[in-house]
Nanobody, 116 residues
Framework: VQLQASGGGLVQAGGSLRLSCAVS????????MGWYRQSPGKQRELVAQ???????NYADSVKGRFTISRDNAKNTVYLQMNSLKPEDTAVYYC???????????WGNGTQVTVSS
């Protein structure tokens, strides 16, 4: 199973970025997907999750600004990030997981840097 995250970069505060995570080696539609982030000196934290049927969950800090979505035909999960703040600066990771039959895979990180 491989997860390839992309779309990070440097953006000014108030700007937008769209992260993508392409998944291979697993039946994508059967996986819940998540985006997490980790900044220096901090633990990795949940940003957003989406279930197999499209139910979403967000960290309070990103509600109303970030949107997670999935395209099962393209085996890809997205994170649209708007109104970015300097505190959103982190390495962002995607995750594919199942809970009924345990499965848990993480992708490479993509750096997001928001300048003030």
């Amino acid at each position: 199973v491989q997860l390839q995250a992309s779309g990070g970069g440097l953006v000014q505060a108030g700007g937008s970025l769209r992260l993508s995570c392409a998944v291979s080696g697993t039946t994508f539609s059967m996986n819940a997907m998540g985006w997490y982030r980790q900044s220096p000196g901090k633990q990795r934290e949940l940003v957003a999750q989406i279930t197999t049927v499209g139910i979403t969950n967000y960290a309070d800090s990103v509600k109303g600004r970030f949107t997670i979505s999935r395209d099962n035909a393209k085996n890809t999960v997205y994170l649209q990030m708007n109104s970015l703040k300097p505190e959103d600066t982190a390495v962002y990771y995607c995750r594919a997981f199942r809970t009924v039959v345990f499965m848990d895979y993480w992708g490479n990180g993509t750096q997001v840097t928001v300048s003030s």
